[in-house]
């Protein structure tokens, strides 16, 4: 009915990284070769990779102090009556007895919780954002199945009130916008740290790779098979796919070999440059796809174009090849117990990302619901509870690995985020209780140290300019 | 009077169980809102709950279920939605929860669609809902049609209560589907009802079978129990003024029965509403400006329109099947936790997706609760049913123990075990 959520036929992905980019202002090495051949730009230097560039910044902090609390590091580890310390933006130290530094803030935070901040890898946040009108609806190009070309960040409205609420009730820090899923390829994904600025680029966390969302299954196939056009099936899908790379492998060829080598320089292909980029390892492959049989078709059609897929995101049945998935190094971006909404979703469990971890296999939640995001820490906590009743032992502070680093890992920011480890970005939640329980809600959330949510404190909570002077402005009344 | 000798009739058809069972040792919570009773005991005779409480005894004969160390409750009550109308959602050969080029509105009557067999049913019911208020979504008109109260049992008569309400879109919804704008909604409610009353005094002179026709025969048959207020009418409306709007219809339509489903801003007129007596079926979580109807949406609204006296019962607008209704009702305690917010506390948490929406259909007699006279709806759960870890280890309703088994956990029990083995998966059963 009209009634229900908003989890819409949207959900892609795609992310790719782009590691400290080269411009095409730079400095170009003159190569040996003599002849009237143009020089040679260098590997990854005909153009720009960062066109786009991040500005933002971290906002000021102070150094602080959590004590007496739970603490789960992210990487599966726990203190009891432990304490946390960052300063600088940075984590410097968990563990027992630590002492604050002067001129530090000292939290008691005894009963409660202290978490890395949560990591979504499947967002669509500022592309479909809150309110879910026409002229905001961004998030798919649907005109064309291949749109490699499109960006998410392009779509994403920095004004999404849906930031705030995934920052304030769910203690998200850092999240991946994705294009929707109605193309093979839905174009560049982009990750952003959760703090609210005037421009997409000052929310863009600094240096992460991008992603190319796919997209599989009944999604392409409905959209463009009900215009008429190609693919109207499943096999249709995989060979617009396949003709795609092939092309992608052509135009990488030839870039590749006249910034190497110089000569006449070959034009630009904005979506081929994407789909180059995942060729050579620059940018990541974010795979929406349900059905196990169709991914492993897809990790094959990899293998012959010589890319990796990152994650394969909803995966309602990667539970059926746990060892496949394994084997390809390829991760399960899932929900805890989403099913029977469409045919590819209808053999769903709630097990789903448990089985995944016992068999070895890359596992992590997601959202891909503006919704959902606010409650990804109640998701994991469904998802444990099912494996246990099957029988599959987790700990609380193994599961956290779903909602930090595993994500961080899968988007390429696990050097930078997702865990407590000293030297690593200040994104913490103090919860107000365990945070696998539904009765438990973020007091305080700080992205690079900076105190950006405070439950006690209304001026500590953002109101986007959207809700500004509307009735109940952000939910803050 | 009349309304409640066809609430009965309506009840006669529904089975009976001829046993005595009681449920002992455990944490009883009873649904009406109190708080739950540690050490409890529950009476079921006859399909029907006989006793509740501390020092209940334990019959002669009757067949007994420890629930020591468990918690056990009503079985919950989920709507407003489509289950039992639709295998999967996505699948327009499967799904009866709408009926896009029907030239019916009105008229359409789920209880005719309705599949006990139904995969969804069997999940959600091991889930622990042992009843729904179902629904066919509005798409031609305003009206989407007569909704029904069904049973998740696992016998062949779903229907509790047939025709229970008429639906209608007033809001953006409504306005689409009228043609374009909200006036253009009111007008066609406005002409539905006049037709009905025109369709009453003479039925035979009512055109209503013309193409052209903008109210069919049937529809308008069907709209008269909603004039007459045998019938309740569900209004979708979420904006602070289409609520107002809503609430003048008894002006015009004295005998209506107003319920209002969604009201994502009803905290902002809730004295209204409460003084109006009309109740509520209201999202628990939905805290995002979705629309322009809902830029007020707050986690607080159904703590603020409970604490001004409004019957609200929580409604199902997730994705992971309705017994994700136990999350949402645990979240309203959560918030309750957040200064400035309003939540509620457990007991009432809990009558929120058991009690109330019975209450809110007017079958609170019936289901919904523990309190003796009810239809035996008896979950026990592993803990704390609103907790996350938590799931229903034993389903009752009717007072008939149903199977706790399901196609989604024989998938999970066939893929226990990794890769193929001796024989290929489709041998694993």
């Not at chain 2, 959602?89 to 359409?108: H, I, K, M, Q, Y």
Request: with cysteine; aromatic share 6%; hydrophobic share 40%.
């Amino acid at each position: 009915m009209a009634i229900r959520g908003l989890w819409a036929a949207t959900a892609l992905a795609g992310a790719l990284v782009l590691g400290g980019c080269a411009s095409k202002g730079d400095e170009r090495p003159q190569t040996a070769s003599a002849k009237p051949k143009a020089p040679a730009p260098g590997r990854g230097k005909g153009y720009s990779h960062d066109p786009f560039p991040s500005t933002y910044r971290a906002y000021p902090g102070v150094a602080t102090l959590v004590t007496n609390v739970t603490v789960y590091d992210g990487e599966g580890g726990r203190i009891e009556r432990g304490s946390v310390l960052f300063a600088d933006g940075k984590v410097v130290g968990i563990g027992q007895g630590l002492t604050a530094p002067a001129g530090a803030t000292v939290i008691d935070g005894t009963g409660k919780w202290v978490t890395p901040g949560i990591i979504d890898i499947h967002s669509h946040l500022g592309d479909y954002p809150s309110p879910g009108v026409q002229a905001l609806s961004d998030g798919n190009e649907a005109t064309d199945p291949v749109t490699a070309d499109v960006w998410a960040e392009h779509s994403v409205w920095p004004q999404d009130p849906g930031f705030g609420r995934a920052l304030a009730n769910g203690g998200v820090t850092t999240l991946q916008i994705l294009p929707g899923s109605a193309n093979l390829f839905g174009g560049r994904s982009v990750v952003l740290k959760n703090v609210y600025a005037r421009t997409m680029q000052g929310m863009k966390f600094p240096g992460a790779p991008y992603g190319l969302k796919m997209a599989c299954g009944e999604n392409p196939k409905r959209v463009y098979g009900s215009k008429g056009r190609k693919p109207a099936t499943r096999m249709g899908n995989v060979a617009v796919d396949r003709q795609t790379w092939a092309k992608a492998a052509d135009y990488r060829r030839k870039w590749d070999r006249y910034e190497d080598q110089g000569g006449d320089e070959p034009s630009r292909d904005i979506a081929m440059d994407t789909l180059r980029g995942v060729l050579s390892g620059e940018i990541r492959v974010q795979n929406h796809c349900y059905r196990a049989d169709e991914m492993a078709i897809v990790m094959d059609m990899a293998k012959e174009f010589g890319y990796k897929v990152t994650a394969f995101h909803h995966a309602v049945e990667a539970y059926k090849i746990g060892d496949l998935l394994k084997q390809n190094d390829t991760c399960a971006a899932v929900w805890a117990d989403w099913y029977g909404f469409k045919m590819e979703s209808y053999d769903g469990i709630g097990e789903n990302l448990a089985l995944l971890h016992k068999a070895g296999a890359c596992v992590m939640i997601h959202s891909d619901d503006a919704n959902g995001i606010q409650r990804l820490n109640q998701e994991v906590a469904k998802a444990l509870a099912a494996g246990r009743r099957a029988g599959i032992e987790v700990s609380d502070a193994a599961a956290w690995r779903w909602l930090s680093l595993a994500p961080a890992k899968a988007l390429g920011i696990d050097d930078r985020t997702g865990s407590l480890k000293p030297g690593k970005m200040a994104d913490v939640v103090l919860w107000n209780g365990d945070p696998l329980s539904v009765y438990t809600r973020p007091e305080k959330v700080w992205v690079d140290g900076a105190l950006l949510y405070d439950a006690n404190d209304p001026k500590r909570r953002p109101v986007s300019d959207f809700e500004l002077g509307q009735p109940g402005e952000g939910d803050v009344k | 009077m009349k309304a409640l000798l066809l609430l009965a009739a309506a009840f006669v058809a529904a089975p009976v169980a001829a046993q005595t069972i009681a449920i002992t040792g455990g944490t009883v919570a009873i649904g009406d809102g109190s708080a739950p009773i540690p050490g409890g005991t529950v009476v079921i005779r006859d399909g029907r709950i006989v006793a509740v409480g501390r020092s209940v005894a334990v019959p002669a004969g009757a067949q007994t279920v420890d629930a020591t160390g468990k918690w056990v409750t009503p079985g919950i009550v989920a709507g407003i939605g489509s289950l039992g109308l639709v295998d999967a959602g996505g699948v327009g050969e499967s799904n009866d929860g709408s009926a896009r080029t029907s030239p019916f509105n009105a008229a359409l009557d789920v209880s005719t669609a309705l599949n006990p067999n139904g995969v969804l049913i069997g999940n959600e019911r091991a889930g622990g809902v042992t009843r729904a208020i179902v629904t066919s979504d509005a798409s031609t008109s305003i009206f989407g049609g007569q909704g029904a109260i069904i049973d998740l049992g696992a016998d062949p008569d779903p229907v509790t209560k047939p025709r229970a309400f008429q639906y209608v879109e007033l809001g953006e919804s409504g306005a689409d589907h009228a043609g374009g704008s909200r006036p253009a909604a009111y007008a066609m409610l406005f002409d539905a009802f006049a037709q009905a009353a025109d369709y009453r005094r003479n039925p035979a002179a009512f055109d209503g079978r013309g193409r052209d026709a903008l109210l069919k025969r049937a529809d308008a048959e069907a709209l008269l129990p909603v004039l007459d207020g045998r019938m309740p009418l569900v209004v979708h409306v979420e904006r602070a003024s289409d609520i107002r709007q809503v609430l003048t219809l008894p002006r015009r339509y004295p005998s209506l029965k107003l319920v209002l489903a969604g009201a994502g801003e009803g905290w902002m007129v809730a004295q209204e509403i409460a003084a109006a007596r009309v109740p509520v079926m209201a999202s628990a979580i939905a805290d995002l400006p979705a629309s322009f109807e809902q830029l007020a949406a707050t986690e607080s609204n159904v703590g603020r329109m409970t604490r001004a006296g409004i019957t609200v019962g929580v409604l199902f607008d997730g994705s992971g099947g309705e017994h994700g209704l136990t999350q949402f009702a645990g979240n309203l305690v959560a918030i309750g936790k957040v200064p400035g917010a309003t939540g509620l506390d457990w007991g009432q948490a809990l009558a929120t997706i058991t009690s109330k929406p019975a209450q809110v259909m007017g079958l609170d007699a019936e289901i919904g609760s523990l309190r003796p006279g009810r239809r035996a709806d008896v979950v026990v759960w592993s803990g704390d049913p609103l907790e996350l870890s938590s799931a229903a280890e034993a389903v009752w309703i009717d007072g008939r123990s149903q199977p706790m088994n399901s196609r989604q956990r024989r998938l999970r029990d066939r893929y226990l075990t990794p890769g193929e083995t001796a024989l290929p998966k489709a041998y694993s059963r």
